[in-house]
Nanobody, 127 residues
Framework: QVQLVESGGGLVQAGGSLRLSCAAS????????MGWFRQAPGKEREFVAA????????YYADSVKGRFTISRDNAKNTVYLQMNSLKPEDTAVYYC????????????????????WGQGTQVTVSS
């Protein structure tokens, strides 16, 4: 069992930055690929970024590529999402997710392939 708790959300002006953290409980965190998803009001949940359990592979949605960076510290059981050059369209509740997957390089952009989810943290970008 893995429990995930996000933090770091808030209100920021367009062009600003935020760093989200996702702290995981459980001794098997390092064997889980991690992903960040977001859901804006009235919209479906969408993929943002993912990282393999080794940290050697990452993948980003086109909408955030070059602005967001996902990373992890397995010693701290934490995954991060550094968000720069924020835009109003980045406003959403951000969720982290963990998935066992298929080896050290596995990651996924599909929410159904993740087994555990956090409660979400609100990010609001004002124009």
């Amino acid at each position: 069992q893995v429990q995930l708790v996000e933090s770091g959300g808030g209100l920021v002006q367009a062009g600003g930055s935020l760093r989200l953290s996702c702290a995981a409980s459980g001794r098997t965190f390092s064997s889980y690929a991690m992903g960040w998803f977001r859901q804006a009001p009235g919209k479906e949940r969408e993929f943002v970024a993912a990282i393999s359990w080794s940290g050697g592979s990452t993948y980003y949605a086109d909408s955030v590529k070059g602005r967001f960076t996902i990373s992890r510290d397995n010693a701290k059981n934490t995954v991060y999402l550094q968000m720069n050059s924020l835009k109003p369209e980045d406003t959403a509740v951000y969720y982290c997710a963990g998935g066992k997957g298929y080896g050290s390089s596995w990651l996924s952009a599909f929410a159904l392939e993740y087994d555990y989810w956090g409660q979400g943290t609100q990010v609001t970008v004002s124009s």
